[in-house]
């Protein structure tokens, strides 16, 4: 079964990583692919000043940090993982490499916002679950 852990370097998507480890058994034959999806820097401007490499390099330094301590949950485990980086809309680019890794599940936390502030602020979570045909584990 084709897993796709959406992570954000939260204590939050921690959280749920270890609730999914602790529910491998739930899966037959899992495999869990961490998804990172870093937004666009929002200033075309500003990119083009400071040059694609060096925005590129910013991208892959901020993802690396941010998937550090999901990568570090697995390790420890002995689980067997892939990762995606991806930049732009989080919701949007989750859906899609949900769609072109044929994933079983999308497993995604919540962060326990209450339904105003997720109404008023909006929520790749509720994004995600909005817009996918695959369906959408929340752990919280």
Known sequence: ????????????????????CDRLAWFH??????IYVHPALPYKRAVAWAGKDAVQKYYDEESEVA????RGVLTKRNIAF?????????????VR????????????????HTALAT??????TTKVIATT???????K
Do not use: F, N, Y
């Open 1 to 20: 079964m084709k897993i796709l852990a959406a992570v954000d370097g939260s204590a939050c998507s921690l959280t749920m990583l270890e609730m999914l």
């Open 133 to 139: 045909r695959t369906p959408v584990l929340l752990l």
């Open 29 to 34: 034959d899992p495999a869990i692919t961490l």
């Open 82 to 94: 892939d990762v995606q980086l991806r930049v732009g809309d989080p919701a949007a680019e989750i």
């Open 97 to 112: 490499a949900a769609t072109e890794g044929h994933a079983d599940v999308i497993v995604m936390g919540t962060r326990g």
């Open 67 to 70: 998937l550090a301590p999901a």
């Open 119 to 124: 109404l008023v602020m909006g929520s790749t």
